[in-house]
């Protein structure tokens, strides 16, 4: 069966530092991969998304890159963070256009 | 631009009661709806998702009614338990003939269930 991990599970970093989120997928090849934003209370917010190694779509211009090493990994990356970078970040897979699968997200606060 | 509206932003149930939150889209490309559910501090977990070719899809307690006409689809909770308590996304896509499966989501529903 196919899983995705995405780690750390919370983070608390200082602003102007960098950043690096992993996400892995398992059981599966080929996988669209997406990072989404979540708000408190708030919707999600399509960031990145890949459909394959070293392509990388970005739908909101900001302060944070993505990048695709592997067929499963997608990790999320900034080199100075903003207060308004904190958030609740989500990776997903999917294949085709059926639904994606969210891993348990990285909650991210920035002092 | 919101390609998929969903209403309303927050509901109260009491238990056992319906309940029913309502999505419409534009895009007469889009071919799949699936819905999600989202307790705090984790990811969205597919719940239900349905085709236009069909009008209902029900699974267990949760159905989604579709009408393609209206360009409408909405999901009910039956019998709704305090565990249901949750946030509510429904979602659209082009799924057939697409590679990518790029999902447009609706604001989402809070949803609170009273014992």
């Known amino acids: 069966s196919q899983t995705i991990h995405q780690w750390p599970a919370t983070l608390v970093q200082p602003v102007g530092s960098p950043l690096s989120l992993e996400c892995t997928v398992e059981?599966?090849?080929?996988?669209?991969l997406y990072w989404y934003r979540q708000a408190a209370g708030r919707g999600l917010q399509l960031l990145f998304y890949s459909v394959g190694i070293g392509q990388i779509s970005s739908e909101v211009p900001q302060n944070l890159s993505a990048s695709r090493p592997q067929d499963r990994q997608f990790i999320l990356s900034s080199k100075k963070l903003l207060l308004s970078d904190s958030g609740f970040y989500l990776c997903?897979?999917?294949?085709?256009?059926?639904?994606?699968?969210f891993g348990d997200g990285t909650r991210l606060s920035i002092l | 631009q919101q390609q998929v509206k969903q209403s309303p932003q927050s509901l109260i149930v009491q238990k056992g009661g319906i309940s029913i939150i309502n999505c419409a889209y534009e895009?007469?490309?889009?071919?799949?709806f699936p819905w999600y559910q989202q307790f705090p501090g984790k990811g969205p977990a597919l719940l239900i998702a349905i085709r236009p070719d069909v009008s209902e899809k029900k699974e267990g307690r949760f159905t989604i009614s579709f009408n393609k006409s209206a360009k409408q689809f909405s999901l009910h909770i039956m019998d709704s338990q305090p565990g249901d308590s949750a946030t509510y996304f429904c979602?659209?896509?082009?799924?057939?003939?697409?590679?990518?499966?790029?999902?447009?989501f609706g604001r989402g529903t809070q949803l609170t269930v009273w014992p």
């Open positions: 997903a897979w999917n294949i085709g256009g059926l639904a994606q699968h």
């Open positions: 979602a659209a896509s082009i799924d057939r003939g697409s590679t990518l499966g790029r999902l447009y």
């Open positions: 059981g599966t090849s080929n996988p669209n």
């Open positions: 895009n007469t490309a889009f071919d799949y």
